[in-house]
C-alpha cells in the first residue's frame, strides 16, 4: 500500500485533536510535519518514509509482544468473522470471554474473584473508585470514599482517573482534581529523601505520612488507596526498599483497599507476571490494560478480588442489578485478542525474557551511565528503566528546564533510529522496549543512547 504522505499529513493537520501536544506548536509547523507510521515488525516501527525506527517504548509501554504477530491478527480477525459484537449484559457471554476472565482470575496475584472489562487504564481507574464506593456504601459505611493516590503516579487522564494522577499539569485548566481524591508522597528516594536517609528509612517515613494522613482524613472517610507496583510515568521508579510492606501495613490497619495499577507492569514487564508479585503485594483490586492485549486491540480490566466481591453479591437483594457498564465491556474482539497475546506471553515466557534480558539491560544501562557527572540516577527492573540527568550529579542540581535536556537527548536517539520517552519531573529518559526484546537488541538501544547522549552534551 503507498500512502499520499503529503495528503495524510495535511488531513491531520486539519482534523486531528493530538493528545499530548502543543497545539499552537503543531499548527504552525514548530514540531514538523506528523510522523506518519505505517508497519511494524519486531521491536520495530517504519514510517511512510520508509524511516526504521527501535521502539525503545513498547508504542506506550504496551506492544509487549512486539508488531506484526501474526498469531494475534488471525485470532482478531477469526474473531471479526466468527462474532464482531455481543454485549455481556445480563448474564450474556462469548467463550473468549469466558475463557479469559477465568484465566485472568487464575493468574492474577492475591485472591481476585471476577473481571470486569473496558476499553482503557482510564476507564478501569473510574470503575476501581466506583466499586470501592458501592463496597463501601453496601457495607453500611457511606462516609469511607477519599481515595489516596500518589504524587507522580500515573493513573489515567479522565475525570476521577485524573485526579487520581498525580501530576498537576494533568490538571491545570481542567478543573481537576476531584476533593474525593487525596494526595500522599512520591516513593521517591532520589529526590525524596532527607541527606543520609536509606532507602529502608525513607520508606518507613512514607508509611508514616501515610498513617498520619489517615489518621488526620479519619479512617472512616478513606476507602482505598492506589498505586503503581513501580512507579512509571512519574519517571519510572522502582519502590525503595521495604516500602510495599510497610505501606500495606498501614493500610490493613485502616480496612483501607489496595488498588494495584498494574497497567503497565501486569503480564510480565518487571519480570515477573504481575509487578504484585514482584514486590509481595497482596491487593484489593487490580488494574490491568496495556499489555493486556499488548496494544492489538483496546481492552482493560477491573480485576475483583474475594473480600470485595462478595459484599456485592451479598448487597444485591438490597440494590437490584450491578449498574455499571459499557457497550463494549468483555467485547469478543478484545477478549480474543487477550487470549491470543497471553498465550504467547506464557508459552514464550516473556516475563522470564524480561527478568534475564531486563537483568542484562539494567547492567548495561547502569555500566554505560551511572558514572557520567549529568547523571544523578539510573534506574529500573525487568525491562523498565530511567536515566535521570542533572547539571551537577554531587549536589543534585537539576537542569534549567528551558534546556530541554532530556527531549534533545531523545530527539536525537530518534535521529539515530530510537525512540525512548523524554518523561516529565526532570530531565528524565524513559525505557521500555517490548518484552520480545534480545540482548543484541539491548546492546543497539544502549550505544544509539550513548551516541545521543554524547550528541547533547
Ligand atoms: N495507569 C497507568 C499505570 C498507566 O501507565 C496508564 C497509561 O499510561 C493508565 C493507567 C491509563 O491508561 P490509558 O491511557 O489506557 O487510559
Known sequence: MTIDVKEVSEKDKRSVLHPFTHLKDFATGKLGEPTIVETGKGIRIQDAHGNELIDGFAGMYCVNVGYGRTEVAEAISRQAYR?????????????????????????????????????????????????????????????????ISRERGYHGCSVVSGSMTGMRFYHDYMDLPLPQIVRTGAPHHYWGATPGETEGEFSARRAVELDQLIERIGPNNVGAFIAEPVLGTGGITPPPEGYWKAIQAVLDKHDVLLIADEVITGFGRTGSMFGSQHYGIEP??????????????????????????????????????FSHGYTYSGHPIG??????VLDIV?????????????AYF???????????????????????????????????????PSLKVGARISKAARDRGLIVRP??????????????????????????????????M
Not at 459484599?311 to 438490597?318: H, I, L, Q, R, T
Not at 506464557?346 to 525474557?353: F, I, Q, R, T, Y
Not at 547523571?375 to 547539571?391: D, H, K
Request: charged share 25%.
Open 83 to 147: 462474532l464482531a459484537y455481543y454485549h455481556c449484559y445480563a448474564a450474556h457471554t462469548t467463550d473468549e470471554l469466558a475463557n479469559l476472565s477465568d484465566r485472568l482470575v487464575k493468574m492474577a496475584p492475591g485472591k481476585m474473584s471476577k473481571v470486569f472489562y473496558g476499553m482503557s487504564g482510564s476507564d478501569a481507574n473510574e470503575t476501581q473508585a466506583k466499586l470501592v464506593w458501592y463496597y463501601n456504601n453496601l457495607r453500611g459505611k457511606p462516609n469511607k470514599k477519599k481515595i
Open 284 to 321: 484489593d483490586l487490580i488494574t490491568v490494560a496495556k499489555g493486556l492485549t499488548s496494544g492489538y486491540f483496546p481492552l482493560s480490566a477491573a480485576i475483583v478480588g474475594e473480600k470485595v466481591y462478595k459484599v456485592f453479591e451479598d448487597g444485591a437483594d438490597k440494590v437490584g442489578a
Open 335 to 340: 477478549a480474543a485478542t487477550a487470549n491470543a
Open 346 to 358: 506464557e508459552k514464550d515466557n516473556l516475563a522470564g525474557n524480561a527478568r534475564e534480558v531486563g
Open 362 to 400: 539494567q547492567a548495561q544501562l547502569k555500566k554505560t551511565f551511572a558514572q557520567l557527572p549529568i547523571v544523578g540516577e539510573v534506574r529500573g527492573v525487568g525491562l523498565m528503566g530511567a536515566i535521570e540527568f542533572v547539571s551537577d550529579r554531587d549536589s543534585k542540581t537539576r537542569f534549567d
Open 423 to 456: 518523561m516529565p519531573h526532570g530531565e528524565i529518559l524513559g525505557f521500555a522496549p517490548p518484552l520480545v526484546t534480545t540482548k543484541a537488541e539491548i546492546d543497539d538501544i544502549i550505544s544509539i543512547t550513548e551516541k545521543a547522549v554524547g550528541s547533547v
